[in-house]
């Protein structure tokens, strides 16, 4: 069955860097774009990234430009997200979740923003 | 990348139906039909519950429905059952980011 797996969350100082990843199973990964969600504890959803198939498209939301970069290993079918420079406000349980497709065409998959499948999360904790 | 706008909280009786709205843009919401709706139980992760503003995911319950209407998109749960208490948010897909609503408590009274 479909399962992410999210790992390399935990406590971190400010300016520190860390970086989470997510294993994926169940379907082919290098079909379809993933997307990083995160959650600060009590609160509402907060996109952070997405990734295409082939991870030639990126982009993130205005408040970690610049700061985190989201990647791909599609032979280890795993996602990443590197967190650099890191504040209090990255509190959060981070979430990596499979994008629904617009559309495929053969093995490729272009990014329709729908999230449908969804990792359990992994908490970071920014905190001195 | 401003939130999309939701109620805070909306309640209804078992068997009722309710709606849940979701206001944005012409930037997003009403500029893409790719709107989406996530239930999300305490502790849990979210569910994607519709997709491109109206379409079920399979296995979703078909008392789970969407619609849109210029720059506001609405979730509406008819026959409302105790295990749909829960956190729902909207997001709008604009080809380049997501945008996810504040999120609406639903309680069943």
């Known amino acids: 069955q479909v399962q992410l797996v999210e790992s390399g969350g935990g406590v971190v100082q400010p300016g520190r860097s860390l970086r989470l990843s997510c294993a994926v199973s169940?379907?082919?990964?290098?079909?379809?774009?993933f997307h990083w969600v995160r959650q600060a504890p009590g609160k509402g959803l907060e996109w952070v990234a997405v990734?295409?198939?082939?991870?030639?498209?990126?982009y993130y939301a205005d408040s970690v430009k610049g700061r985190f970069t989201i990647s791909r290993d599609n032979s280890k079918n795993t996602l990443y997200l590197q967190m650099n420079s890191l504040r209090a406000e990255d509190t959060a349980f981070y979430y990596c979740a499979k994008d629904l497709p617009r559309y495929c065409r053969g093995d490729s998959c272009y990014l329709g923003g729908g999230l449908d499948y969804w990792g359990q999360g992994t908490l970071v904790t920014v905190s001195s | 990348q401003s939130a999309l706008t939701q109620p805070a909280s909306v309640s209804g009786s078992p068997g009722q139906s309710i709606t849940i709205s979701c206001t944005g843009t012409s930037s997003d919401v009403g500029g893409y039909n790719y709107v989406s709706w996530y239930q999300q139980h305490p502790g849990k992760a979210p569910k994607l519950m519709i997709y491109?503003?109206?379409n079920r995911p399979s296995g979703v319950s078909n008392r789970f429905s969407g619609s849109k209407s210029g720059n506001m998109a609405s979730l509406t749960i008819s026959g409302l059952q105790a295990e749909d208490e829960a956190n729902y948010y909207c997001s709008s897909y604009t080809s380049s980011s997501v945008v996810f609503g504040g999120g609406t408590k639903l309680t069943v009274l």
């Open positions: 169940g379907f082919t990964f290098s079909t379809y774009g």
């Open positions: 491109d503003v109206s």
């Open positions: 990734i295409s198939y082939d991870g030639t498209d990126k």
